[in-house]
């Protein structure tokens, strides 16, 4: 899951906006599409593609039609993002118009269509104020961004489109970029795609496949504990009365680099035949050498190489500490819909799986700390090494650390093993203070929710995390504060135990869990919903990541603040004490389950004589 600052740092309902600095920039608005709230098309058959031709532009023209043959290059003055090639787009220092297109058929019976490109602005303007020199994208007759002098960087900057609305169409993809009399800017474009998932015909039934995983891993590292390499497996079992004939393994991680230069590399496939990547290729289907029908299992295994990249993220490394956060590749889950093969998100959090077991073996230099999801036990290895071997049941993904951490332990009253692990440059002192919070959060909120089920709890402490913090069964990355600890830990249910689809309903596991943040603490959320005020029509606590990404600013405001203040809200309606028993019966119906918000709306009903529709519609929780 991916908090944004807000979620570390805020402690009111609807302190976000004063956060708004530490969040990444707003994307500008998507192409238009039916509201995330509105009934969905019906699903058709769909085979998920990557439907731009040489989008990184290392066949030189190939697909696309310029304004002149230097618009595609490799010359030097600009860097690529991947590969060797890029788009070029002025520059020049005059009056100057470059164009960049290429015809794109966006494949009927996809209900996702995703358009990303990486984008470098560097400009000799020096106003703050007027946009001299423009870059337009375009898709068919929608503008889904201008771009300026304004907008410059150091480096590249990803975009992201929803263009779902022109599934079936083929349509031009067009970048313009203008320029005034003098002082040059240049657009830079690379990495181009154009991905398509869902709408595959629906199973006969509901039911979420492939159940009851069990992931082995064996892995070791480099001395520095940014490479690994080694293998994983996974077997499963078909739940559904429908046959699977293929699997999908998602690569998360590979969000972080290109398709060309993968941080996350599957090969050697075992037990199915394995499909090029897609969806940015953080999707590889596997196809499986017979149809596996109900209650059969399977195992797939692959050959598995990691590579940490640079930075203080979920998945990067800060100097020495490397952070492995949605490294292991993970089925995905078909049900009703279809597969779920939603896109990256790096504004909230995409990632729904099932509930798993894992064992996972870490060989690494005995310098290095490997604080892991599950419980761990260290063993002398070979030459000055250490094998870390993590255990976790019913857990939905595994993130381990690896670094030259200082580690401090403890144990709640409840008899929760809580370790911290910080970075250099982490008193002592808040190392501590951390610590006991760690230890009072995770009792506090199993004594609302239910006992914690995962043995240790593991929090890795590092001030330059630019996200806050974020969340993994048992493991937690976190900046000094007590309030982001508190919701981090709070995760452990809402999403842990109580799983969702956190793409298309992100407010089951945050506004859940920021609530459960002001129990811990002592707030009560008095009045927070009279500062409540909706940006459009279409914004609802409900939406999807689809239209968050489109909608960014919005995001932290409506899903953690409105969301949260909407749960106090229905607190006040139903009585203090139907809403803590309706949490506790509601997180011990879906223990290790998955939560919709049509069944949150269901129990809430259910736990009260009151009427609640008009509820839903005022506070704009649908589903």
Known sequence: MRPTPHKALGAGALTVAALAAFVLPASPAAAARPAPHQTPRPAASCTPAQVVGNGGFENGASSWTASSSGTITSRSGQTAHGGSSYAWLDGTGGTHTDTLSQSVTVPAGCDRATLTFWLHIDTAE????????????????????????????????????????????????????????????????????????????PPSDSTRTPAAPSYTVNLSSDTTGTQWTGHESVTFANASATALNEVYLRLWDNYHGTCDAMPIRVTGVTGGTAQAPTVDCTAVKVDLPAPLAQGQSATIGFD??????????????????SFIGNALPVLAVRDSSGWHLDPYTNNGESFYSLAADFKVTLDHPSSLLVPATGTSTDTPGAGGRTVTTATASSVRDFAWAAGPFTKISGTSSAGVAVNVYSVSGISSANAQSMLGTAKSAVDAHAGRFGAYPYGELDAVLDNNYWFGGMEYPGFVLDVVSSTALTHEIGHQWWYGIVGDDEYNSPWLDEAFTDYATDLALGKTGSNCWSGVSWASPDERIT???????????????????????????????????????????YATAHWYGVSTTAEFKAAAQAATGTDLTSFWTQHRIDG
């Not at 889904?144 to 929803?162: E, M, P």
């Not at 990541?545 to 899903?559: I, L």
């Open 543 to 585: 939406d999807s990541m689809a239209y968050w990404d489109a909608h960014s600013s919005r995001y932290s405001t409506v899903v953690y603040g409105y969301g949260k203040c909407a749960l106090h809200d229905l607190r006040r309606v139903i009585g203090d004490t139907a809403m803590t028993k309706l949490l506790k019966d």
């Open 304 to 321: 598995l190489g990691i590579t940490v990249p640079s930075g203080a993220d979920r998945f990067g490394h800060d100097g020495a500490y």
């Open 126 to 201: 020096t106003t703050s104020s007027v946009a001299y020199d423009k870059l337009t994208a375009k898709i068919g007759g929608t503008t889904l961004g201008t771009y300026s002098n304004l907008d410059k960087n150091t480096g590249y900057v990803r975009k992201s489109f929803d263009v779902s609305a022109y599934a079936g169409q083929t349509v031009t993809l067009s970048f313009t970029g203008t320029e005034d009399s003098s002082l040059q800017t240049s657009f830079v474009l690379d990495d181009i795609a154009l991905d398509t998932s869902g709408g595959t015909a």
